[in-house]
């Protein structure tokens, strides 16, 4: 069965960090571009950042420039995503998705494999 996983959410204070993780399961994760998406109550799902299958291409929504970072670990099969200076709006489902082709997109129907999210919630 082929699965993402993702694991790191939680509830944080404004201003503070999370690290995202992201795994698969019955595939090479290291042989996907890779994004991270998140969906806010009552809002659309949209891109947060995307890493290429080599790690060297990586984008960011305007939102998150300057507070995230996303990495991979192709050798562990992970893919990760920095968050630092955590707002309010920064809350919502995470979820990665594996995109076969090796580029960096935002575009979700470009991926092909998806995670079921993990919360994150950034309140006092």
């Known amino acids: 069965q082929l699965q993402l996983v993702e694991s790191g959410g939680g509830l944080v204070q404004p201003g503070g960090s999370l690290r995202l993780s992201c795994v698969a399961s019955?595939?090479?994760?290291?042989?996907?571009?890779i994004g991270w998406f998140r969906q806010a109550p009552g809002k659309e799902l949209e891109g947060v950042s995307c890493v290429s299958k080599s790690g060297a291409n990586t984008a960011y929504a305007d939102s998150v420039k300057g507070r995230f970072t996303i990495s991979r670990d192709n050798a562990k099969g992970t893919v990760y995503l920095q968050m630092n200076s955590l707002k309010p709006e920064d809350a919502g489902i995470y979820y990665c998705?594996?995109?076969?082709?090796?580029?960096?997109?935002?575009?979700?129907?470009?991926?092909?494999?998806w995670g079921q999210g993990t919360q994150v919630t950034v309140s006092s």
């Open positions: 998705a594996a995109d076969h082709r090796p580029m960096c997109t935002m575009t979700r129907d470009e991926y092909d494999y």
């Open positions: 019955g595939f090479t994760l290291a042989d996907y571009g």
